[in-house]
């Protein structure tokens, strides 16, 4: 059987490609026609780079300043120290779209097939993958969805932060963070047919984040803009700024091509990377050009990657290093920098965090007559509290989920003395202690009373007893029964039944029946009388 929420994600997936087949229609309808000639990249010189082409060729540095590029089909992920020079690769066994080490260069993520996977440095240097290591599901729309994605990004203390959007199997766009060894940490942005901060119009594609994960950046083709999402203080993330298209400079959400100056849209956005200075790079994928700005968002430069200066290939991702190099495999272009910029300066190694939170307060209604129930928790961490769990008077917890200062909870089946164990940690996993509070579930006052639809009996009949069809019905639920003669002598209450037998008085003659029900609380309904002929 197919869940809602799966039947919702296929027939968003469709409606996304429905989308896609529109507007790649409409773009070649209306296509820039570039002349052969090389526009000015100012501040870069763009090389022939051969050889590293086949998938999206996404990558990035370690603090070394060394850079991971995946190259051809299936893929070798290529690995160039901080002056470009090649000194080592490895096979990865199948197409990777996007390579990202961790910081210090002992584990490499790729994307392509599937989830995403971790190759681990070994002694001599060459890479292994770790078939053990795997991420975690995420929540959302209330499933449990196995990652996906062709673009992640690592934060300098290992946090990764995938992009699980456009060609992916789940189809959810949405920007999932972990830790390094792939524990779930929390979830921001999905999809949404709008212009609104926070909302993926039907293609979220790459993402990078700043060195101490305090803010991320992604890129949307169906908006064609950057959104920036910043950290908050309970650890989740919330888009506070967008750089490109909006509903008044690209309200057809058509791609719009120039050189030579930034005129604030983007032209299918696919893929965003940072160099160590911070500025942010974006790969404008319908117009084979690099656009390069300040970490405000300020324009600095444009370059021109297009092969022979034709309209083809478009290329979907791209690897920048640390200096500010940019290499384009599927355009087979590499574009150096006139003044490169530094080696990554390494975030001075924290204090590990081994502060646990403290859970100040737990706050439960002391009765409900219903089964989902309000949780308010007060809580505090040195660093920021990110999530938090539930569970029931059994102890059977449930699964992390985002902090949240209010949450809804369901309590165990039946009415009763009920108990709620709650419980938060940190984004380094310390956990506070646990929390215990009691309630009391009640049913609800019913002060409703029964109604009776109808009452059958035969009529006329030669019989003294009867059957007697009774339909009733009640807010809660019909109960009980009783039935008198005609001179009004109720029998006693018995449980109801829709059909019942009944002996009228003795001797031929017009007889009659009296009939009331009542439930549980003992409400009881208006009084019916039916009257009957008994004759031989």
Known sequence: MVSLSNLSAVLKRYMQAKYILRSLAT?????????AATFPSTGYTVQAWPGCSGSYNSGSWDLSGNLYVPCGSPSTVRVYDFDGNLFTTFSAGYTVRDAVPSPDGQFVYTTGEGSPRKFDRQPDGSFSRDTTWSLDKYPMYGSQWTP???????????YIYLADGAWAGNGTHTVIKYAPDGTFVTRFGEYGQTWQLGKFYWMLTGVAVTPDG?????????NNRIQVWDQQANGTYAATDSWGGTENNNPDRGGYCTFGGWQGAFAAPYDVALDSLGNVYVINTTCKQIIKFDDTGNYLTDVDVRLNG????????????ADGTVYVGENQKVAIPDTRGPVPSPNPTPEPDTTDPLLLTVTLPEFTTEQTIEVTVGATDNVGVVQMRLANEDGNWLAWA??????????????????????VRDEALNESGVSYKKLNYVKPLDIEAPVINSVSIPTPTSTQTLDVTVQAMDNVGVTEMRLANEDGNWMIWVPFKSVTQHSLTGGFGKKGVFVQVRDDTRNESEVVFTKVLYRP
């Open 310 to 321: 034709g309209d083809y290939p478009r290329p979907h991702g791209f690897a920048v290093a």
């Open 148 to 158: 996906t994605g062709l673009f992640l990004a690592v934060d300098h203390s290992g």
């Open 214 to 222: 305090s803010r991320v950046y992604t890129v949307e083709v169906g």
């Open 402 to 423: 985002p902090f949240e200062p209010t949450t809804n909870h369901t309590l165990s089946a039946g009415y009763g003395r009920k108990g709620v164990f709650v419980q």
């Open 27 to 35: 773009l070649l309808a209306s296509s820039v026609v570039f002349l």
